[in-house]
């Protein structure tokens, strides 16, 4: 009964997830994809210039010179995924139609994680002269061509013809793609395992597309052909073999008395499939070497599970296709980040020294250690390199700045690139920027921060109150490594470091300073002047000995008395709580109204939003200062002057309410006390951030190009803002950051992630000098 009941859970299980995917094909706008436009459409004389009669110039631009069609259309960055259905993921010759869903998904990834535009093609055509004549007569369309789903041969043959045709990069993805990243999984199990691939065995099971560009790329990595014996149906690929071989199989015959899958397992190293679920047993497993290494790539259903291995051997290392098993060999590691390099040098051609870089890359990668947002992203799980995990996650950022710049550089020094990237740096900024534009943007600041500590040689004290909080902890260790800023952590020292034991964060405990409030030297100090200052607010000093036992009061009265530069408080309490300690000690500028500004960074373009966190109900004076103090902000960050937008419902004057009076006695007040600054309002939302719309309805505005800070009428609309486009806008917030605070001083949200903790102390240390934050 009981496994009737787990045979029916499984069935069930099956059902539901079937349902599901195909609910995620077809609910609301069927398919994964659409086009969008990167160009303004909001009036005729835009739709002049997109098309009939304005397009004519960049044609003709094109007409004398091709090489421009990168330069005035999508083609430098368009990749055209091209198939004819004859060999699907594990689902066969289910045809071109059959296999769009396939396409659709694979230009999903592409953009996902390259920022690549595609559009999918579906080929009725199943001859190699067909499929020739077809994909190259697209040339001029695209700037790379990724095949896709086509079985061998034939896939072999038509790559082959289409690469000395095509003068743009063409790339069978179920070839290289595999192979790619099964090699630097292979690199990383041989060192593991102690192995020189020289003296490596290898039992292949497949000699199709995948199959055969893995032991090419193995070869190419230094396994002699020798020691890899490749099986297809019909058995072992020997010398004098006639069934079933063709010239492909040909190069891969060997001297051997092995004649079944079975006799190439024993005594082999490692076993390498691309073939079917169920052609390796228990015992072909028992029968290899020592410690040996498994890649069951068939998918859906590899060759052998890996509770099947692990029931015979406690010593093997598997990897699968699949991506519910560890070390998942999964193809979106290799191809966006390959054809990003290609396009962006606009290469001839993928080479072999680019797939080498793009193996070395990921290998490499996989010994560094995991970023926290990888980890949240796969539901905590703690990735270390080991047995468990051989190659970096596909959610993993880094894989973009690490393998795109090294196939970039490949296709440089072996001569197949047109174009050159003299900064590779400089290069792997720009693509942090590409994928959205937080990264770039926080790199740039921290270049800043760099600069100073560097001219200085001083780095920038940034004292946490919460000094055994786990996300504290690991972001302190990217601090430390950064060596930019000197971590203080507050809170009992043997509490932290047994925090940081349990975090495996031995290792850093010399580098970070520990106090305990109550046993410093400076506590008695503290209380006494705490007590002076607020003794007319109803502080006695044993209150004062109270609160300055609290880590937010001790860590804010240590910037203001010059032990540290910065204060971070959170990320456990609630903002109320964290809030008065840094206002009662700190304090503000002038004793102005304090505000909460979060930087909304979007793909193409970086937003302030002010104020998102104190103010609930402010008056006209201090949306006023509020709008000055974000300013100052921005030009610390940003280098430029700001043009401001202050919102509300109404247009310039077009509703009498009293809270549409608020904000336009605010703009006339700031436009009295401020001259020099560029704002206008009030204004509604959509023409505040559009500026055809602005210019369209309200030709008499004085903001000269797009809104870079919006000041919001009240805390509701702007916390609701913020909240909406983190989650629904593809924008990423960073803040709050308090103003005008007499030092730095900032409360970390309890949603807060490890790199926005580090984005957070970045930004108080570069705020914590005067000479960091402003034009040099």
């Known amino acids: 009964m009981s496994n009737q009941r787990n045979d029916r859970t499984e069935r069930n299980d099956a059902d539901t997830k079937r349902q599901d995917a195909l609910d995620y094909h077809s609910d609301g706008r069927p398919g994964k994809i659409e086009v969008i436009s990167t160009k303004p459409t909001m009036t005729s004389y835009d739709l002049t210039k997109a098309y009939s009669p304005g397009v004519a110039w960049p044609c003709l631009e094109i007409a004398r010179d091709p090489e421009l069609a990168y330069k005035y259309t999508a083609k430098g960055n368009l990749v055209g995924v091209i198939s004819n259905g004859t060999a699907v993921l594990g689902l066969g010759n289910i045809g071109a139609v059959a296999g769009k869903p396939v396409m659709e998904g694979k230009g999903l990834l592409f953009k996902r994680f390259a920022d690549i535009d595609v559009f999918d093609i579906e080929v009725n055509e199943l001859t190699v002269e067909g499929m020739v004549k077809i994909v190259s007569a697209l040339e001029p369309t695209f700037g790379g061509i990724n095949l896709e789903d086509i ?109 079944t899958l079975g006799d190439a397992m024993v005594g082999a190293d490692v076993f390498i499939g691309c073939s079917a679920r169920g052609l390796v047993t228990q015992q072909m497993v028992k029968d290899m070497a020592k410690n040996p290494i498994i890649f069951a790539m068939a998918n859906p259903d590899p060759e052998i599970y890996p509770s099947e291995v692990h029931a015979v051997r406690d010593d093997a290392i598997m990897a699968t296709g699949r991506s519910d098993f560890p070390n998942q060999v999964n193809n979106v590691l290799g191809f966006p980040f390959i054809f990003r390099g290609a396009l962006d040098v606009r290469a001839r051609k993928i080479n072999i020294e680019m797939k080498l870089a793009a193996v070395h890359a990921l290998a490499a990668l996989a010994k560094e250690e995991v970023p926290e947002e990888v980890k949240m992203a796969y539901g905590g799980e703690d990735f270390k390199f080991g047995k468990n995990y051989l190659i970096p996650k596909p959610f993993d950022p880094r894989v973009l700045v690490r393998v795109t710049p090294a196939v970039a550089k490949a296709a440089m020094e072996s001569g197949v690139a047109r174009i050159n990237i003299p900064d590779l740096h400089v290069y792997a900024r720009a693509l942090e920027g590409r994928m959205g534009n937080t990264a770039g943007f926080m790199k740039s600041l921290r270049d800043r921060l760099s600069t100073y500590v560097n001219k200085s040689g001083k780095k920038v004290r940034v004292v946490f109150a919460e000094g055994t909080n786990t996300r504290i902890l690991q972001a302190v260790k990217q601090l430390v490594e950064e060596d930019k800023i000197e ?70 009265m240590m910037v203001k008395h010059g032990l540290a530069d910065a204060v971070i408080a959170g990320p456990t309490l609630n903002y109320a709580d964290c809030f008065p300690p840094l206002m009662h000690v700190l304090g503000t500028q002038d004793k102005k109204s304090a505000a909460g500004i979060f930087i909304m960074s979007f793909k193409n373009r970086v937003l302030f939003f002010a104020d998102c966190a104190v103010q609930i109900e402010p008056t006209a004076d201090q949306l006023c200062e509020t709008a000055a103090s974000t300013a100052e902000l921005f030009r610390k960050l940003m280098k430029r002057e700001p043009r401001i937008a202050f919102l509300s419902f109404s247009n310039f004057g077009s509703n009498d309410s009293e809270k549409a009076k608020v904000v336009r006695k605010a703009v006339q007040l700031t436009k009295t006390r401020y001259p020099n600054l560029l704002i206008d309002g009030e204004m509604q939302a959509d023409v505040a951030v559009n500026k055809g719309l602005m210019d369209k309805l309200f030709s008499f505005s004085t903001l000269d190009g797009p809104t870079d800070i919006l000041v919001f009428p009240e805390l509701n609309s702007a916390n609701i803002s913020y909240k909406l486009l983190s989650q629904l806008g593809n924008a990423n917030a960073i803040g709050p950051i308090l103003l005008p605070m007499n030092a730095p001083a900032n409360i970390i949200p309890r949603t807060a992630s490890v790199t926005e903790i580090v984005n957070m102390s970045v930004l108080s240390a570069l705020l914590s000098d005067k000479k960091m934050s402003t034009k040099e």
């Open 151 to 259: 079985k061998a041969p034939e896939c072999f043959e038509i790559e082959t013809q289409l690469i000395e045709k095509m003068q743009i990069p063409v790339f069978h993805d179920d070839q290289h793609g595999t192979a790619i990243i099964a090699s630097a999984a292979l690199l990383n199990a041989l060192e593991i395992t102690g192995r020189d691939i020289k003296k490596t065995k290898v039992a292949v099971s497949g000699a199709g597309a995948a199959a055969i560009s893995c032991a090419k790329l193995f070869f190419e990595l230094g396994l002699p052909k020798e020691n890899l014996i490749m099986c297809d149906s019909n058995g072992a690929i020997y010398k004098g073999r006639k069934e079933g071989m063709n010239k492909y199989k040909d190069d891969f015959a060997v001297d051997t008395k092995a004649r």
């Open 487 to 556: 971590p203080i952590l507050l809170g009992r020292k043997k509490a932290i470091h047994k925090k940081m034991d349990m975090l495996g964060l031995e290792k850093y405990k010399d580098d970070v300073r520990t106090i305990n409030p109550r046993k410093h030297e400076e506590f008695e100090n503290y209380v006494r002047m705490y007590s002076k200052e607020r003794q007319r607010s109803g502080v006695s000093v044993y209150h004062a000995e109270e609160l300055m036992s609290h880590q937010n009061y001790f860590g804010s």
